[in-house]
């Protein structure tokens, strides 16, 4: 039985070129109008926290020099330290900053330590919550992304996508047109975002566009008891332990560690179960606040970090104690 051939069909080709130019214009479009709603609401661009972006400043510690200053702790020295006010008293530093938000410096501290190109100098800011498990992790994992995952194309990404985020507020996945959209449609209160991490990691708080106080900002603003009961001696003293041997780790290779503390508690009694243990243990220098009544007037509006503009004056005497002490190069 002979077989029938089935005539051919020409089907036009797909559009896809159509297609994916219609779909890079609506991007396009819905990012130009996000990007001018989050200007219209008092929003300025600002770099995204995250571990690419900080291994990116981690690498700039190899082989690292006197002349150069390290900055680890938690979010109060991210957001409370300002590289001009610093500059004033020692302007031949180069002031890395590789402190972390909701983290502990102990990580950090250690892996300067081990590195045996490192032999400049570290500010380290501490405070009783550095002492937990979890705050140590935080921090562990950015140092994790750098021994394990940085490489070219990890400098890659990260630099190009900070220098979008240094130009345009919507390339920040943390900024969103939702509470902008909510207010002009449902009438809702709108606040715009008051916290800016700039290309240098330092963070600027304005608390002027700040919608409320956080409970979660004031949590290291606790009684003496809490620290025992959820911390404990033998959890502090193995923090306490790692701190100091990483600080004399350092100190042989010829690098220099002050221990800072910024403005946490009001009640004296942490001071006694963190800061005077970790003051006797280590034979680094350090700087409780409270010790300086210049350091102890300022304010912080939500209980822990302080205003934007605050920070240069803080930086500026911090600075000036640490020069008249003759505690950094």
């Not at 709603?37 to 926290?49: C, Q, V």
């Not at 900080?54 to 590289?83: C, D, I, M, Y």
């Not at 400049?120 to 935080?138: D, F, M, N, T, W």
């Not at 304010?299 to 008249?324: F, K, M, N």
């Amino acid at each position: 039985m002979a077989r029938v051939s089935k005539p051919e069909v020409n089907r036009p080709p797909l559009p896809w070129g159509s297609f994916w130019i219609a779909c890079a214009a609506v991007f396009l479009a819905a990012f130009v109008v996000l990007e001018i709603l989050l200007r219209l609401a008092g929003d300025t661009p600002g770099l995204s926290n995250d571990a690419a972006y900080w291994a990116l400043w981690r690498n700039k510690a190899r082989h690292a020099e006197v002349s150069t200053l390290v900055l680890t702790g938690t979010s109060r020295l991210q957001q409370g330290f300002s590289p001009e006010g610093w500059h004033e008293f020692f302007p031949q530093h180069r002031v890395l900053q590789l402190s972390n938000e909701n983290s502990s410096p102990v990580a950090v501290l250690e892996d300067l330590a081990r590195d045996p190109a490192f032999r400049g100098q570290v500010l380290c800011e501490v405070a009783p919550s550095v002492c937990y498990h979890a705050s140590i992790r935080r921090q562990q994992e950015l140092v994790d992304e750098y021994r394990y995952r940085f490489n070219p194309v990890s400098v890659f990404l990260a630099s190009a996508k900070a220098r979008l985020q240094e130009r345009f507020c919507a390339a920040n996945p943390s900024r969103s047109a939702r509470p902008y959209l909510k207010a002009v449609l449902l009438g809702h209160s709108f606040y715009p975002n008051f916290v800016t991490m700039k290309p240098d990691r330092n963070i600027r708080l304005d608390f002027k566009k700040k919608a409320r106080k956080r409970p979660w900002l004031s949590k290291f603003e606790r009684p003496l008891n809490h620290y025992v009961e959820n911390i404990g001696e033998a959890r502090r003293d193995e923090a306490v332990q790692r701190l100091a041997r990483a600080a004399e780790q350092i100190r042989r290779k010829g690098g220099k560690v002050v221990f800072l503390e910024y403005i946490n508690s009001k009640d004296d009694a942490a001071k006694s179960f963190f800061w005077d243990v970790l003051m006797e243990k280590a034979e680094s220098p350090g700087i409780y606040y409270k010790d300086d009544p210049e350091l102890s007037r300022f304010i912080t509006p939500d209980g822990t970090h302080l205003d934007g503009r605050d920070v240069p004056a803080y930086t500026r005497r911090l600075a000036q104690i640490i020069r008249e002490r003759g505690w950094l190069d």
